[in-house]
Nanobody, 115 residues
């Protein structure tokens, strides 16, 4: 079973950038599509970015043009580059398969965008 560990979150001012990493315990190639999800306080978890095993990407409208998802299958890592951050991006960010698999939910990494 694959274990996913997210990192790279923190406190950043509006307009700033962060790069999140999702490290897998073994190759994620067999999982197929991977995604970054986020959950803000009082809201449901939402999928914000998806990348297929061959690199095709899809983004939620709320982050399109600001976030970039990438993956390195050999290094078992998925990244989320977040630029032009807004206060509404504040949330706990998780990586998982797409569609999500309950076995893969980790602790997530907190992103707070505030001045």
């Amino acid at each position: 079973q694959v274990r996913l560990v997210e990192s790279g979150g923190g406190l950043v001012q509006p307009g700033g950038s962060l790069r999140l990493s999702c490290a897998a315990s073994r190759s994620i190639f067999s999982i197929g599509a991977m995604g970054w999800y986020r959950q803000a306080p009082g809201k449901q978890r939402e999928l914000v970015a998806t990348i297929t095993s061959d690199g095709f990407t899809v983004y939620a409208d709320s982050v399109k043009g600001r976030f970039t998802i990438s993956r390195e299958n050999a290094k078992t890592t998925v990244y989320l580059q977040m630029d032009s951050l807004k206060p509404e991006d504040t949330a706990v960010y998780y990586c998982n398969a797409v569609p999500n698999d309950k076995r893969y939910w980790g602790q997530g990494t907190q992103v707070t965008v505030s001045s």
